[in-house]
């Protein structure tokens, strides 16, 4: 299928591995111009010239924390006008609660919550005047089912989800859409660090945690990000217009929901 969306521009923020690259792929095999992101410079550069080699997409690289208001200075000077928006950052750390200081749940408000409204508000009313916008923010299958350990991720990400769900409807009319993609367990860097954290606290190796962990999935398996980057790719497409306001699971049906 043909999405449509050749020569958009993309800002994909926290882009040089994972989720957020895959995003950043999915988008250049469309003809999309894509702005990558990250705090480290190699790992983007790297997957820049991937990107670049496979599709021979347009891409810009821009080193930035997306959670500082001076790195989405830098993001927006590279790309002031994105024709998408995927916004994207490190998930908060794994703990108890009672551990957590206000700073901690400041951190992540920031980065889960206030980032990608911020994004969102520098961004979306430049889609509306062109009349297409396509916004997706990477968010965690957390918000429909909490995870314990994870507190900080569950509260963060569902302000932002309570957020968009009112502004989503505001824009729409002007072919302006925002929806949530919610990760469940996708074999990338973060999940092999949260395996290997709860390793070290239940004693056990994170082989175990992630082979135990990969039993609890119906699929039987971890998500491919290439599967989640693809999902992205068709919500950011010119065909998605009517689709918004949506909380999209990829989890190989872990949630065990009807709805
Ligand atoms: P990942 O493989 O660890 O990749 C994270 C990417 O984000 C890297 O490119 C990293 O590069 C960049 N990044 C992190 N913090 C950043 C910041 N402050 N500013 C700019 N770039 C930043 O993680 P992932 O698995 O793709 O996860 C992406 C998001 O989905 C996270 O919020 C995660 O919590 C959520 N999620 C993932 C899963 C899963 O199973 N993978 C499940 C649920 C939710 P630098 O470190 O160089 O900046």
């Known amino acids: 299928m043909d999405l449509g969306i050749e020569g958009r521009t993309a800002l994909v923020c926290a882009s040089s591995k994972g989720l957020g690259r895959a995003c950043a792929l999915s988008l250049a095999r469309e003809g999309v111009r894509v ?13 820049a010239d991937a990107i670049r080699r496979e599709t021979g997409a347009t891409i810009t690289t821009v080193i930035a924390d997306v959670t500082t208001a001076d790195g989405r200075d830098r993001l927006l000077a590279a790309c002031p006008t994105p024709d998408i928006l995927v916004n994207n950052a490190g998930g908060p750390k794994p703990g108890d609660f009672r551990e957590w200081s206000r700073e901690d749940w ?45 507190g900080l991720s569950n509260g963060a990400r569902a302000g932002l ?26 074999d990338t860097d973060r999940l092999r660090s949260t395996a290997a954290m709860a390793a070290q606290a239940s004693g056990q190796t994170p082989e175990a945690i992630l082979a135990a962990r990969r039993e609890r999935v119906p699929a039987r398996r971890y998500g491919d990000p290439a599967e989640f980057g693809d999902a992205c790719a068709f919500l950011c497409g010119a065909r998605a217009g009517f689709m918004t306001g949506q909380n999209l699971v990829l989890d190989g049906g872990v949630y065990p929901g009807t709805l």
């Open 35 to 47: 702005t990558m992101s990250a705090r480290g410079a190699e790992a983007l550069e790297e997957a």
């Open 106 to 150: 400041m951190n992540a408000l920031d980065a889960n919550m206030i980032t990608p409204i911020e994004l969102i508000k520098a961004t979306i009313d430049s889609m509306i005047a062109r009349r297409f916008g396509r916004i997706v923010n990477i968010t965690s299958a957390a918000v429909k089912m909490p995870i314990d350990t994870l």
């Open 161 to 186: 989800t309570g957020f968009v769900a009112g502004l989503a409807r505001q824009v729409v009319a002007h072919n302006v859409t925002i929806n949530n993609l919610l990760p469940g367990p996708f």
